[in-house]
Nanobody, 124 residues
């Protein structure tokens, strides 16, 4: 069992930056791939970024404007976001999956555990 808690969301002006953090507890953090997804009001949840032992992966929505990184010693994964736009407004979720690889990193059902999300609001 893995518990995930996101933090770092908030209100930011367009063009600004935010760093989201996901603290993991439970089973060995390093054995899981970690991902970030987001869901805007009235829209489906979409993939943002993921990291596992083989590398990092990014979705089209924020490619070039975000960086995912992990700290195995602290059981934490970070999502640094910059040049934020109003359309980035969403609830951002952290997820962990033991069967995530380079073929399915953007597939929600491959992730076994999810946090409750943190709200990011970007004002224009």
């Amino acid at each position: 069992q893995v518990q995930l808690v996101e933090s770092g969301g908030g209100l930011v002006q367009a063009g600004g930056s935010l760093r989201l953090s996901c603290a993991a507890s439970g089973r060995t953090f390093s054995s899981y791939a970690m991902g970030w997804f987001r869901q805007a009001p009235g829209k489906e949840r979409e993939f943002v970024a993921a990291i596992n032992w083989s590398g990092t992966y990014y979705g089209d929505s924020m490619k070039g404007r975000c960086t995912i990184s992990g700290d195995n010693a602290k059981n934490t994964v970070l999502l640094q976001m910059s040049s934020l736009k109003p359309e980035d407004t969403a609830v951002y979720y952290c997820a962990a999956g033991s069967q995530v690889n380079y073929l399915n990193y953007d597939v929600e059902r491959r992730y076994d555990y999810w946090g409750h999300g943190t709200q990011v609001t970007v004002s224009s």
